[in-house]
């Protein structure tokens, strides 16, 4: 699956605008860590690794 940038716009957008998020550092820190784990999480990584569980090298992120 694709990285869906607009999907973590909105999903920033949310965030930053509830109430609870605005006077809260702690709370909003938390839910932007979220926000961008679940973003990175939602890419496909593809590459060629060696035999025998070597690194993963000509590899991507989509």
């Given at each position: 699956?694709p990285?869906?940038?607009?999907?973590?716009?909105?999903?920033?957008k949310a965030i930053l605008?509830?109430?609870?998020?605005t006077g809260n550092?702690?709370t909003?820190a938390?839910?932007?860590?979220?926000?961008?784990?679940e973003?990175v999480r939602?890419?496909?990584?593809?590459g060629v690794?060696?035999g025998?569980?070597g690194?993963?090298?000509?590899?991507?992120?989509t």
């Amino acid at each position: 699956m694709p990285l869906n940038k607009p999907q973590l716009i909105n999903r920033l957008k949310a965030i930053l605008s509830k109430p609870k998020t605005t006077g809260n550092v702690d709370t909003a820190a938390q839910e932007l860590a979220d926000a961008f784990e679940e973003f990175v999480r939602s890419g496909t990584v593809t590459g060629v690794c060696s035999g025998a569980g070597g690194p993963l090298t000509q590899g991507k992120v989509t």
